[in-house]
């Protein structure tokens, strides 16, 4: 096998760890896993690739846009979610508080 397709092997394996990590809140993890994204695909960049690498390239690279547009959405409907309970604790806490001093 060559390095062209171990790193094309790895791309794929990133793309479900990196699912993985936001359906389960990993988000150092999923910051790690961003970063060695990025550097395999530095490394793919430098190859020189053949024709026919080049088509598995770019039609992993659209996979990837694709996947992060998906992810983007997930990630932003979480950080909504997150914005809603971190709120509602907000004002459960102050309920509490004033009941408290009553």
């Not at 080049?54 to 039609?59: A, E, S």
Request: with cysteine; net charge negative.
């Amino acid at each position: 096998m060559s390095l062209f397709d171990d790193l094309i092997l790895r791309l794929e394996s990133l793309q479900g760890e990196i699912v993985y990590a936001i359906e389960t809140d990993d988000w150092d993890g999923l910051n790690r896993l961003l970063v060695e994204r990025q550097e395999t695909l530095e490394q793919l960049c430098a190859l020189p690739l053949q024709s026919g690498e080049k088509i598995k390239f770019i039609n992993m690279m659209v996979l990837i846009q694709d996947a992060d547009k998906h992810f983007v959405n997930s990630v932003s409907e979480r950080k909504q979610a997150l914005h809603r309970e971190a709120l509602s604790l907000l004002h459960d806490r102050k309920a509490i508080k004033a009941y408290q001093t009553d």
